[in-house]
């Protein structure tokens, strides 16, 4: 019982959940494309964490353990529905932009509809990492766990998948 107690308290600590529920919707939300689903698969994804028997020992054990169940959840999710969905950029909900004219806000459209054509591009592996990586900000240790890979492959396929975006997009948008 002193596990569970352990794991309960680290936790409720306010500071674990609001830095790992953006990296967790978002993620969800590139995957599904709808932001009711992917909030309420979020939602489940910590009652489920918050059900674990094995309790995690630390903030990266409990972020691995979150994006772990997460692509579960994903992957039944999916199974029910029957399909796998990808998120169109253009869908993304962004925070309006103050300094944009609406020329600025022409070349960003189209930008984002580049960057989504080119990452339909990528295989579902690697689109996968990608999005785990920009979208969940997370590191290569809890994408290695939760895809089911090395970290020297993850970091590998990610940088693979980068290099190949940046050929597809060149010269239209540079990626770092």
């Given amino acids: 019982m ?3 107690e352990t794991h309960f308290s680290a936790f409720s600590d306010e500071t674990l959940y609001t830095e790992l529920f953006t990296p967790l919707f978002r993620y969800l939300f590139f995957r599904t494309r709808d932001q009711e689903i992917a909030n309420d698969l979020t939602q489940a994804v910590f009652l489920k964490f918050l059900l674990q028997k094995e309790r995690p020992g630390g903030r990266e054990h409990a972020q691995r353990l979150l994006f772990t169940i997460a692509r579960t959840m994903l ?3 999916f199974r029910v529905e029957g399909k796998r969905a990808r ?4 869908e993304v909900p962004e925070i309006p932009s103050e300094t944009r004219n609406p020329e600025e806000e022409a070349v960003f459209a189209e930008e984002k509809r580049l960057i989504d054509d080119a990452l339909a591009q990528l295989s579902e592996g690697e689109a996968e990492i990608v999005m785990l990586r920009l979208s969940g900000e997370i590191g290569y240790e809890t994408i290695a766990d939760t895809v089911g890979v090395s970290v020297a492959n993850a970091r590998q396929i990610y940088s693979r998948a980068l290099a190949k975006l940046k050929v597809m997009l060149q010269p239209s948008v540079l990626i770092n």
């Fill in 75 to 77: 992957i039944d999710h």
């Fill in 87 to 90: 998120v169109s950029i253009d």
């Fill in 2 to 4: 002193h596990s569970e």
